[in-house]
């Protein structure tokens, strides 16, 4: 969920100033549309991992895992915006959630995705990562990464 908060100039002309403002529930796409700026991700919930991988509907699917290249070190063809799908696991990690697709035809997770990233060269100390957090710093790696081959 995104909040909008009223403009500095809506601000400045409101007839008393105060440290709390209303803001309304309001879209990251709205923002999109009207900044061009990236603002935010979708999250959908799919009933299973193959109907994901067998639609054809990215260019580039990642699942992230301790296993994987770091982030920062993807190599992707970025011409055409690609269209790009990280897949993250649960406690177990993305390798469980490949294991659980019985009717699958692959059964690891380097068949099943196009790559494997990790954030950390680092060892985490833990035999699993936090999903709320790893996503915060996966994005991050990755988009970083995609704008640094855009500007080559």
């Given amino acids: 969920m995104d909040v909008s908060l009223p403009s500095d100039s809506q601000r400045q002309s409101a007839p008393y100033q105060c ?24 999250v959908r919930l799919m009933t ?4 994901v991988l067998e639609s054809k509907k990215f260019d580039i699917v990642a ?5 994987g290249k770091l982030a920062s070190q993807m190599d992707v063809c970025i011409l055409n ?18 294991e659980s697709e019985e009717l699958a035809e692959w059964r690891r997770a380097e068949d099943a995705f196009d790559m494997l990233i990790r954030t950390t060269s680092l060892p985490n100390g ?12 996966v994005l991050a790696q990755v988009q970083c990464r ?3 081959l855009n500007q080559l």
């Avoid at 299973?48 to 109907?51: H, M, Y």
């Avoid at 915006?81 to 490949?98: E, M, Q, S, Y």
């Fill in 81 to 98: 915006k690609p269209k790009v799908l990280l897949v993250f696991g649960g406690v177990a990690g993305v390798d469980a959630a490949v």
């Fill in 146 to 148: 995609l704008e640094t």
């Fill in 19 to 42: 440290k709390l403002y209303r803001g309304s529930i309001s879209s990251g796409a709205i923002v999109t549309r009207e900044t061009g700026q990236y603002w935010g991700y979708s």
């Fill in 48 to 51: 299973g991992l193959q109907k």
């Fill in 63 to 67: 699942g992230v895992s301790p296993r």
């Fill in 126 to 137: 833990s035999r699993s990562e936090r999903v709320e957090e790893n996503v915060l710093s």
